[in-house]
């Protein structure tokens, strides 16, 4: 069935720190989709991070992020990753992939999502 | 960036009961709107996109409706499952914005 399952997390980074999340892809044609990492600090809100079209060639992220993380993807691998520089305690969040709704269109949709990865600055 | 502002922040509810959210963005969104559903612990589920379009396997107990800068989310009878959090998405422009959610809690 169609799955994502995220990776990476689960570790506590000091402030200034790097980690690079991952994500795999199952179920459907990973290289035909935009995908999203939106994140979800804790009893917060969620919060869109960045999205990578299909076959990596255009980005977009939240200001919040811009600069400091990049996200990318191996569609040889159905995998995609957020990797994350600089890291500041505001960075704590559980951190979700999503798929994007639609198939080779921006929908912007986010129709089936990870069940998350934590990631904690202190 | 598109502000979302949803009310109510808080909505205690019986089974049975019609409850409806609004969700209000800061400009003109047209349709481009979509609702999810989150439980405790659990990723969020799409519901509703292009502000009424039910998703696949939803029941249609949910109705989503509005446009421009006014959205609404209806449970016509309120099910033991579906007390959860309730959060709008704006896909018109970036930045994506989500609005800050209704829980839907047990009355």
């Known amino acids: 069935q169609v799955q994502l399952v995220e990776s990476g997390g689960g570790v506590v980074v000091q402030p200034g720190g790097s980690l690079r999340l991952s994500c795999a892809a199952s179920g459907f044609t990973f290289n035909n989709h935009v995908m999203h990492w939106v994140r979800q600090a804790p009893g917060k809100g969620l919060d869109w991070v960045a999205f990578i079209d299909y076959d990596g060639n255009t980005e977009y992220y939240a200001d919040s992020v811009k600069g400091r993380f990049t996200v990318s993807r191996d569609n040889s691998r159905n995998t995609f990753y957020l990797q994350m520089n600089s890291l500041r305690g505001e960075d704590t969040a559980v951190y979700y992939c999503a798929k994007d709704r639609e198939e080779n269109y921006y929908s912007y949709y986010m129709d089936v999502w990870g069940k998350g990865t934590t990631v904690t600055v202190s | 960036d598109i502000q979302l502002t949803q009310s109510p922040s808080s909505l205690p509810a019986f089974v049975g009961d019609r409850v409806t959210i609004t969700c209000r963005a800061s400009q003109d969104i047209s349709n481009y709107l979509a609702w999810y559903q989150q439980k405790p612990g659990k990723a969020p589920k799409l519901l509703i996109y292009?502000?009424?379009t039910l998703q696949s396997g939803v029941p249609s107990r949910f109705r989503g409706s509005g446009s421009g800068t006014e959205f609404t989310l209806t449970i016509s009878s309120l099910q033991p499952e579906d007390f959860a959090t309730y959060s709008c998405q704006q896909v018109d422009s970036y930045p994506l914005t989500f609005g800050g959610g209704t829980k839907v809690e047990i009355k």
């Open positions: 292009a502000a009424s």
